[in-house]
């Protein structure tokens, strides 16, 4: 799917200044591409990541897939795009802390209305791929910060997803389960995802192929 912003701003009203999170921002991001957004923090990294994954909706512009205006669909029609075609993995992983691991990646299957049986299936095969098939009743609490990650991109990719996006994927990461992230983001790119990293580390934009950075709401390539 390609995902393109066509001249985005995102601002915000505060008291009575308005805040300019994006300004007129246009990037395509073609399928299968592998891409790092870069940049300090505040510059409207996670503004960008949220309007590309339909979390938000620009003040002005048009946000794209395959050249359709997402902007001009319905809520429902863009949680079925959200369910379907994206996955998000976000910096402090936002797994529910009740259920295992093995639950939480079942649960956006069951949003896609898979069977209880073939979505633990599933979910234990998934969890197995990313190397966590001896943690699959392990609750949130009884795991590390690197496997509460890999439980977390199990779960945005448990709907076979061609979009994934992460927002600072390895912020609470130590180093070596940064690289083991990582090597399950370049694994799902080479299945063909189109992979997008906001980070502001250079190690994790040195495996993108391609880099946007953006400084104070605006995009340098
Ligand atoms: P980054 O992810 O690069 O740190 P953000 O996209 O979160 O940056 O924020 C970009 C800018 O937009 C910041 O100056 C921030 O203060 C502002 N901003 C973000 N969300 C809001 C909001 N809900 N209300 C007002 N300002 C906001
Ligand atoms: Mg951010």
Redesign the pocket.
Known sequence: MQLEMDHVW?T???GDSD????GDVSVCIQSGELVAVV????????????LIGLLDSPSEGAVRFDGQDVGSLGDADRTRIRLRALGFVFQRFHLLNHLTAVENVMLPLEAAGAGTVERYERACSILESVGLGDRLLFRPAQLSGGQRQRVAVARAVANSPSVVLA??PTGELHSEDTHRVLNLFRALNAQGRTVVI?T?DPDVAAIARRRIE?RD?SVHE
């Open positions: 995102r915000y009203r505060v805040v300019v999170a994006l940049g300090p923090s505040g510059s409207g990294k996670s503004t960008f990541l949220q927002d600072e906001v502001h953006i709401g």
